[in-house]
């Protein structure tokens, strides 16, 4: 008998839920979908739902997407706060990374919440440069009966202070969206604010919105499932130190080293693309030196505990901010100093130059404890883009880091806080407190077939030293071109001898090197992309997955330049069409960047 009624769909999943199913599913390796597999099916043999993960049901009032854009996870983290004051009030709540967001999906929200970072000079986290210039051009339309609230981070030293937030709230208002709560611009930090501010938002958007019953979605038993480690930024884990080798010459002008780190018992888990967070301790010497230009002992209580111990593991001392500068001023009244804080392009200056004790140093100041402590910003670890494959190097990590050190015109020398801490004052086998900050917008391409361009010079060769590991430990097919710059071949070569075998194997396919002072002139990164503009462009074309590595502020918009001219000038495409093409490549993930 033949069939002529349709089929009917045999998937007991709603369309929604099926979306966000194959969302998460499109993020595991093999090993974690058999470790999924596994789990959602003894959930189903035992009636159980996951205790964690939770979304609720869509209801007739609408629901609550709230949107983050993070560059080093703080904005993921505190959106994925509100999510869960959200789903404690019984809101239908959806959490998304706006890298994976359609930006004309905006027009079916109906209440909207954006937390996003800015970075460098005002600009978008790289996750959300597509729905932030979809938003500026107006390419998404007007967004009358949507409701919103944005809650912008930032760091107040720099010039333009949470821009993003601001932009975000401004267009969405230029679009026709309500704002539901008032903008919020918070500074370093902003984990109490974000509270406060977070509570009041989602108590406004509650009284707008008709709470339904709180059900497991799909996509939430799978997140459950994969979760993170239970080490995190606020409980890192008590790690080793294992390996710490210079590998620049004597001669270099910069001390690079390469650190290994063991993980063993942790349980810790990372993907190339991801990035290790560091916490460290100031330096003993730097402490005293602060101690004695503010004219105190060290043993004066705080709420960190005593003076001297929370100077040296809560309180940043080698990132100077402007606060210091005009908060000193008003406790000192010293009248240099004033003058100095009311000009703001001196104290940006003096930010970008100099450190905490440069400044006490200068304009000496006898301070209480309460006084200094006020003046500082709380310690931040810093975040080293991994320069392993978990799939070669197993219960290990390693990075690839640039000590950061600054001669004095008084001879001293000022290091930095993390990067000293992990060359000059860790023994081996020593103790250092890590967690990983995952980047789901820095990932190889999911078919092994796809080929790879990757772009990294100095430090920025550490994720791609991952990714080669991770395409030789797999068997990926793909061809993979590496672009590697720096000051000179036979001093600054990063990982020489690994990707000369590499090449020998046939797995870098590609290798084009700009070691910029080996000539008269200065080559870069970028002079060789557009020397090879033409197989690039063919690379692209066959459907090459491009990442870029390293400084934000030079190389970074260099390389988008070079890029954008290959794109026009082999394309035969004007400037406009060319941008759009790298946009596009941009909303696919096949241009992808890890820049600081």
Known sequence: MQLTAPLPNLSPLSDEQQRQLNQVLSTLNTQQLAWVSGYLYGLSQSGSQPVTGTAASPAAGGSLTILYGSQTGNAKGAAAAIQKQAEAQGLPVTLVSMADYKPKQLKKESHLLVVVSTYGEGEPPESAVDLFEQLKKGKIGKLEGLKFAVLGLGDSSYEFFCQTGKDFDGFLAKAGAERIYELASLDVDYQAAAKAWSEQAV??????????????????????????????????????????????????????????INLEESGIQYQPGDALGIWFDNDASLVGEVLALTELRGDEVTSKGPLREALTRHFELTRLHGGFITGLADISGNAALKDLAGDKAQVNALVAAAQVVDVLKRFPAKLSAEQLVSLLRPLTPRLYSIASAQSEVEEEVHLTVGVVRHPQADGTLRSGGASSYLADRLPEEAEV??????????????????????VGPGTGIAPFRAFLQERETTGAEGKNWLFFGNPHFTQDFLYQVEWQRYVKSGLLSKISLAFSRDQGHKIYVQDRLREAGLELYQWLEAGAHFYVCGDANHMAKDVQQALLEVIAEHGHKSHEEAEEYLSELRRAKRYQRDVY
Do not use: C
Request: proline content about 6%.
């Open 203 to 260: 108590k406004a958007i509650a009284t707008t919105l008709s709470a339904g019953t709180a059900t497991a979605s799909v996509a939430g038993a799978v997140q459950s499932a994969v979760g993170h480690s239970q080490y995190h930024k606020e409980n890192p884990f008590p790690a080793r130190l294992s390996v710490n080798q210079k590998i620049t010459g004597r001669d270099s002008t910069k001390d690079i080293r390469h650190i290994e």
């Open 433 to 454: 407190r890590v967690f990983v900050e995952h980047n789901d917008n820095f990932r190889l391409p999911t078919s092994p077939d796809t080929p790879v361009i990757m």
